[in-house]
């Protein structure tokens, strides 16, 4: 595997495991408000966790900023690599969230 394909997978596993990482994390943390202020903790953690991917997604990909720019060259600049190599971030980030959210609604009982 050359440097440029290895940087790649771990642009892409990290964006996975980081998008995971604050849908599971921010939920069940947040959910202890849930606790603090009486209201049912279970509903409160399942709610967290499909409300925040976005934020996750935004998170793991590092910002929107970088990705407009690295998008807008791969576009305008004939880079279709750096294009490509964005979008499969982005949708790794989207798995993220959303195998996050599963696993908080299913461990939870949803």
């Known amino acids: 595997m050359t440097g440029d394909a290895r940087q790649t997978l771990h642009q892409v596993v990290t964006a996975l495991f980081l ?4 849908v599971t994390g921010g939920s069940l943390v947040g959910g202890l408000s849930a606790l ?8 409160t953690i399942q709610e967290l966790a499909r409300t925040i991917k976005l934020w996750a997604i935004v998170v793991a990909i590092g910002g929107s900023f970088p990705t407009i720019q690295a998008i807008e060259s791969g576009l305008f600049s004939g880079q279709p690599g750096v ?3 964005q979008v499969v ?9 959303q195998l996050g959210q599963w696993i908080v609604v299913t461990v939870t009982g949803g």
Request: charged share 10%.
């Open 36 to 43: 603090a202020t009486g209201r049912p903790p279970i509903a």
């Open 83 to 85: 294009l490509m190599r």
């Open 89 to 97: 971030v982005i949708l790794a980030s989207l798995a993220g969230a």
């Open 19 to 22: 998008a995971l990482g604050v």
